[in-house]
């Protein structure tokens, strides 16, 4: 009798065998073969997609749109969070500098092509129509700061882009503000039914008590905040009735 073989174990047992890993030895599991992949894709999507990061740039918006247009995956999606950066050459340098740097320049084009064409509008409005689509409501925050980037999808690509080396690339805090006009329209368009909203703002405190009025009267252009129970701007938390 042949000895038993992992390709040979029960799903129960791979299941075990998933949830009992490392979570970066999951990559290698997921490879050995389809029937494999499948009894570890809880393992693996509670990983890696669960608690998910966004450098706040197109491309990182546009992975956001990829990722929840796999309706298995969506569904394992628990927290989306944008990150706000700048790059520091950036923010230290004076106008006439920025034009003579590269990674500067790269990254004025990015924040124009956001703001002139709404792009970053654009691919929430994707996102949370796929997030509706799986009936999938995940918890979204907004933050700044370096500390998460190492965690986010599109920081590779962002500095690919600028032109900039790895190892010696840095940042700062971006403007949150920034993001949240963008965010609450996608929500209102896509009419996505958000519970969770973190905003990590006080800049928009009263655009929010606004639209929680606006919630209250019922008008239905912020249908989309009905089901909102938790909102947080800033170090401010309010739950909404």
Request: net charge neutral.
């Amino acid at each position: 009798m042949a000895a038993p073989t992992l390709t040979t174990l029960p799903p129960e047992m791979l299941v075990a065998v998933a949830e009992q890993i490392e979570r970066h030895d999951l990559l290698a599991l997921r490879l050995v073969c389809k029937e494999v992949a499948v009894a570890a894709f809880d393992r693996f999507a509670e990983s890696f997609f669960a608690h998910s990061y966004f450098v706040y740039t197109c491309y990182g918006l546009q992975v956001l749109a990829d990722i929840t247009s796999v309706r298995h995956l969506a569904v394992k999606i628990k927290t989306i969070e944008f990150v706000a950066i700048e790059p520091t050459c950036y923010q230290s340098s004076t106008p006439s500098q920025r034009l003579e740097c590269p990674a500067c320049s790269h990254w004025s084009t990015e924040v124009q092509e956001r703001k002139r064409h709404g792009l970053d509008t654009a691919l929430l409005v994707q996102s949370f129509n796929n997030l509706n689509m799986a009936g999938a409501v995940p918890q979204i925050r907004v933050s700044t700061g370096d500390w998460m980037l190492g965690r986010c999808r599109g920081k590779l690509r962002l500095i690919t882009r600028l032109g900039c080396d790895k190892s010696s690339f840095r940042v700062e805090e971006g403007n949150c503000d920034e993001l949240v006009a963008p965010m609450l329209t996608a929500i209102t368009t896509a009419r996505f039914p958000v519970q969770m909203l973190d905003l990590g703002t006080q800049g928009w405190a009263r655009g929010i008590s606004d639209r929680a009025l606006a919630i209250n009267v019922g008008l239905s252009e912020y249908q989309a905040f009905f089901n909102l129970t938790s909102l947080e701007v800033g170090f401010n938390s309010n739950r909404v009735a």
